[in-house]
């Protein structure tokens, strides 16, 4: 069974740092790319950060610079360091195992998603 719990979220002020971190459990975290996402109300989810399983990165244009996603494989776990964060980074943040075409990468899942308010 897939899992995905996030963890880290939290009320900032703006400036401020946050960290959010991913466990996950039920698939081969090391062969998986893996997301972070978020959606603030009124609005679609986006994509923050993505992670190849090689460690490569990419991230939206809005948080480069910012933020930085990164992988620990012997606890399968990814992270997400958000600094100098603004209001506008105020969402429901989510991580995501993204869907591969190769064996053990299969399907796309989601974790429950923990809040970031950022005040001004």
């Known amino acids: 069974q897939v899992q995905l719990v996030e963890s880290g979220g939290g009320l900032v002020q703006a400036g401020g740092s946050l960290r959010l971190s991913c466990a996950t459990s039920?698939?081969?975290?090391?062969?998986?790319?893996m997301g972070w996402y978020r959606q603030a109300p009124g609005k679609q989810r986006e994509l923050v950060a993505r992670i190849s399983k090689a460690g490569s990165t990419n991230y939206a244009d809005s948080v480069k610079g910012r933020f930085t996603i990164s992988r620990d494989n012997a606890k399968n776990t990814v992270y997400l360091q958000m600094n100098s964060l603004e209001p506008e980074d105020t969402a429901v943040y989510y991580c995501?195992?993204?869907?591969?075409?190769?064996?053990?990468?299969?399907?796309?899942?989601w974790g429950q998603g923990t809040q970031v308010t950022v005040s001004s």
């Open positions: 995501k195992k993204e869907a591969g075409t190769t064996w053990g990468t299969w399907g796309a899942y």
């Open positions: 039920g698939f081969i975290f090391s062969i998986n790319a």
